[in-house]
């Protein structure tokens, strides 16, 4: 069994699994007679395949504890998939590195309450994991046609655990 150390999100450390959403350094001008502050193009939204359209839904998970025995990443190959969290629960993101079809070089991160993450397209990652209490996500991702879920059970499961 291997054990992943929780790290800080931050833009650089995610880049080579997505992006990073957040307002912090991110473009914005005024817009509604300047009474709106827009925060735009946060996130780049991946849609491949048949008939492909943006979701729009809100998850709400039940929450995990930590230390974490992580048995499962998935991946969608059609489509990226934003979580921006609702609310200021803290939450885990877990992704990894594609070789020759299997998950490798995993890496957990947590969240700052004002981020959220943009996973791209064909990355591995693990399921939604709020922390705590019960939390709720917006998350935009793909829909039409095709296959766009792929699991990967783990033989021997990894521990996700706090520095």
Do not use: C
């Not at 992006?19 to 912090?24: A, G, M, P, S």
């Not at 395949?49 to 979701?55: E, F, I, K, Q």
């Amino acid at each position: 069994m291997s054990t992943v150390v929780i790290e800080p999100l931050t833009a650089a450390a995610f880049a080579p699994f997505g992006q990073v959403i957040e307002l912090d350094g991110a473009h914005h001008y005024p817009i509604n007679n300047g009474m709106t502050e827009r925060y735009h193009d946060l996130a780049k939204v991946e849609l491949g395949g048949v008939h492909a359209r943006p979701l729009i839904s809100i998850f709400r998970g039940k929450p995990y504890t930590l230390p974490l025995e992580l048995r499962l990443v998935e991946r969608h190959p059609l489509g990226s998939q934003a979580f921006y969290p609702l609310s200021d629960s803290p939450w885990l993101v877990i992704v990894a590195t594609d070789e020759g079809g299997s998950p490798t070089g995993l890496r957990a991160f947590r969240p700052a309450p004002d981020q959220g993450v943009n996973i791209a397209m064909n990355t591995w990652h693990g399921v939604l994991t709020p922390l705590e209490r019960e939390a709720a996500f917006l998350v935009v991702d793909r829909g039409g046609d095709g296959n766009n879920l792929e699991e990967h059970h783990f033989d021997v499961p990894h521990t996700i655990r706090l520095p």
